[in-house]
């Protein structure tokens, strides 16, 4: 769970850990919030370096996520403009006659 602005952003695992304990839930949210201090735990270097993997991953995949949605922009803006130049055709009429009949 990430607080962001005053907004609250839940991932896969803060649902996961809220079907399986509500309370330690809660709690995590009230230390994030600082409504209470964070609860004094052992270091455990493993899980360090697990949260630390996960962080970074999800950087990945949002960086990632972010380059797919600028690349798509990107292409229907020039479709847009291929379509406009390779449906419009220029054709010069030779007398003012048949621009007259065409009009």
């Given amino acids: 769970m990430i607080v962001s602005n005053g907004d609250i952003l839940w991932s896969a695992s803060d649902l996961t850990r809220a079907a399986e304990c ?6 995590q949210l009230d230390v ?5 201090p964070a ?14 993997i996960g962080l970074e991953h999800e950087a990945r995949e949002r960086a990632a996520d972010t380059a797919k949605h600028i690349i798509t922009q990107a292409i229907q803006r020039s479709a847009a403009e291929h379509a406009i130049e390779t449906t419009v055709s220029v054709v010069d009429l030779p007398s003012d006659d048949l621009k007259g009949r065409i009009i």
């Fill in 39 to 52: 609860a004094k735990t052992a270091v455990d270097p493993l899980m360090d370096r697990i949260a630390e």
């Fill in 22 to 27: 509500e309370f330690a839930l809660l709690r």
């Fill in 32 to 36: 994030k919030l600082g409504r209470i």
